[in-house]
């Protein structure tokens, strides 16, 4: 069981590696005033390695909703929780590329856009399920995750326009990461909190 468990710290770290050091690969990439989206858009120069470690990504997300799953026990929120964490890992195996910045809007970016907004509702959903499972302490800290993930969310979809219109978009990328750091910094709690149950 704590194989499957230990997927979620392997999860966060694989993520947070992806983007620290892909856009190294991207000559000209800025990490403040560029998605992450951008890494993996149709012409970028680190598009395949983005899509192959995404894909790595999302099997350690489903190897760890199922851990979760199998751990939960009588605790109808956490089997909730792994459920839910199974399907965003699968829903994420395929992700519908966004086209470069100043290019004609296409179906890929609006699929885009949808399974964003998808794994985003997913990702809430799953923090809902954590915040229920254990005790106040945890619920506060997803509530307040929870708020972080929407205040910065949607800061950077407001710049969404603007990065379809090649427009500058000088804090986009830092928008975007902040929210990603704490559902990342989420994940880790948690299976903190499961690896000690585990013991116990």
Request: proline share 4%; net charge positive; hydrophobic share 55%.
């Given at each position: 069981?704590k ?11 694989l ?9 190294l ?15 993996s ?25 199922w ?6 026990g009588s605790n ?15 829903f ?66 407001l ?10 978009t ?11 750091v ?19």
């Amino acid at each position: 069981m704590k194989g499957w468990l230990a997927c979620g710290f392997l999860s966060s770290l694989l993520y947070a590696a992806m983007n620290l050091f892909v856009p190294l690969l991207y000559e000209g990439y800025s990490l403040s005033s560029q998605t992450v989206s951008e890494l993996s858009a149709i012409g970028a120069p680190t598009r395949t390695l983005w899509v192959w470690l995404g894909a790595l990504f999302s099997l350690l997300v489903i190897g760890f909703g199922w851990g979760v799953w199998k751990s939960a026990g009588s605790n109808r929120a956490l089997r909730a929780l792994g459920a839910v964490t199974v399907i965003n890992g699968a829903f994420m195996l395929y992700f519908p590329p966004m086209q470069m910045r100043g290019a004609e809007f296409a179906l890929t970016d609006a699929m885009h856009i949808a399974w964003t907004v998808v794994t985003l509702l997913l990702m809430l959903l799953a923090m809902g399920f954590g915040a229920a499972a254990f005790g106040r302490r945890f619920r506060i800290y997803s509530i307040a995750t929870i708020a972080i993930l929407l205040t910065f969310g949607t800061l950077a979809g407001l710049d969404g326009p603007r990065v379809q219109a090649n427009l500058p978009t000088p804090w986009v990328g830092v928008w975007q990461r902040i929210a990603i750091v704490a559902f990342l910094a989420w994940v880790l709690v948690l299976n903190t909190i499961l690896l000690r149950r585990e013991r116990t």
